[in-house]
């Protein structure tokens, strides 16, 4: 094909910085046809720019671990004293390792990841990291990260109430740590660090600062069980249009689910046993709503009441007392939406320790513990070295 135009090649497959091509340099008698590479052509003219995590090998098919090839773009970024890192509008990947986002570094994607998306399906979200909850993305001093979404890995949308309560009961890991967790002055290595523009869903915590100064939080929106936990903060930090909300478990059709309660009885043992008109699909342990019971002669059941399952339409009210007065109307409201944390785990005996110490901080939910006095509620989460961690949490449905 030595006489063929260019207009008769073939047409050129799968491109990579390997691929050669000819380049005429000079003009006139002295331009000459020579050979190059994409790469270099890539790096002549894109030199000084962003560099885009697709020219580092990520594939952000939603399938491939990309941990490998954003690093790298980190790293390169890292080595040039700083800079941005593009993803594009893709679904990468991080499943191996941390991802560590250096010192002056940027990851970006787009201005806002937005938020809910209809009946709580985001497997359309683009701009997206799909994290391995066994991992997390750690931010260091003077990066940070902006329009990116930060998905759980495995996160699927709920289509009916079961769904929706196994689905907020399986949030785990950190979405975003900033700096490398430790304690007082400069150990935490997470100063200055910026984060803004985010969607953060299906973690235990969204961001968590352990020992950074002057922290940026800005435009999040999230749902996570534990919102931002910012501790032993040496310099002032600040949180502004932060916005956690039950996102993953939001339906129009079953979110908050009625059932009427159509029969009241001791259950044998002193405690409330309700029967629904219809099936239920908790599991013991979980939680329900009672209302419409205040000229039942049952006020004092108006409320939050763990259960256990007797079968798919009875439950016992866990620490309740039987008094007779009450054999049935009512309703059991059922939803998923709550975010406080579950079975006993890690968050629960963190949210305890808090409680006991009177250092709780809940972002809306601000009545002081018994025995301390009232805080003004701000958007600057500011401690000295010594000073006690504030949780953020989403707030209880």
Request: hydrophobic share 35%; proline share 3%.
């Amino acid at each position: 094909m030595s006489n063929a135009k260019i207009s008769e090649l073939p047409t050129a497959a799968t491109l990579n910085d390997d691929d050669i091509a000819p380049l005429v340099q000079g003009a006139a008698a002295l331009a000459e046809t020579r050979r190059t590479t994409l790469g270099q052509i890539r790096a002549a003219m894109l030199a000084d720019r962003p560099l885009h995590v697709r020219d580092y090998g990520a594939a952000g098919d939603g399938t491939t671990d990309d941990t490998a090839a954003i690093q790298s773009a980190i790293d390169a970024a890292a080595a040039q004293g700083g800079g941005t890192v593009l993803l594009g509008p893709r679904r990468y990947v991080l499943s191996s390792a941390e991802l560590v986002v250096k010192n002056g570094v940027f990851l970006r994607g787009r201005t806002s990841s937005g938020g809910w998306r209809v009946d709580g399906n985001f497997s359309t979200v683009n701009h997206a990291i799909l994290l391995d909850s066994s991992t997390t993305i750690r931010v260091q001093r003077n990066g940070g990260i902006e329009g990116i979404a930060v998905l759980r890995r495995g996160l699927t949308a709920p289509t009916n109430l079961r769904q929706g309560m196994d689905a907020a009961a399986a949030f785990a890991g950190t979405a975003i740590t900033v700096g490398d967790g430790g304690g007082g002055n400069t150990a935490g290595n997470g100063a200055d660090v910026t984060l803004g523009g985010l969607l953060i869903l299906g973690f235990d915590w969204g961001i968590y600062s352990n020992g950074n100064a002057r922290l940026r939080v800005k435009d999040v929106l999230g749902d996570c069980r534990n919102g931002i936990y910012v501790g032993r903060a040496f310099d002032v930090c600040r949180i502004s249009e932060v916005n956690w909300h039950p996102l993953v478990t939001t339906s129009r059709n079953w979110s908050n689910t009625r059932i009427a309660i159509t029969n009241v009885a001791d259950n044998g043992s002193g405690r409330f046993r309700v029967t629904l008109a219809s099936a239920h699909s908790l599991k013991t342990g979980e939680m329900i709503n009672i209302s419409e019971v205040r000229t039942s002669g049952a006020s004092s059941l108006y409320g939050r009441w763990t259960v256990t399952v007797v079968d798919n339409t009875r439950l016992d009210l866990n620490e309740s007392t039987y008094v007779s007065g009450w054999n049935s109307g009512g309703a059991v409201f059922i939803q998923p939406n709550r975010r406080l944390a579950q079975h006993g785990g890690p968050a629960d005996r963190q949210l305890r320790r808090l409680r006991h110490r009177g250092e709780l901080f809940r972002r809306g939910h601000q009545q002081p513990e018994r025995g301390t006095q009232p805080r003004r509620h701000r958007h600057d989460a500011a401690a000295d070295t010594e000073a006690a961690p504030h949780l953020l949490q989403p707030r209880g449905q």
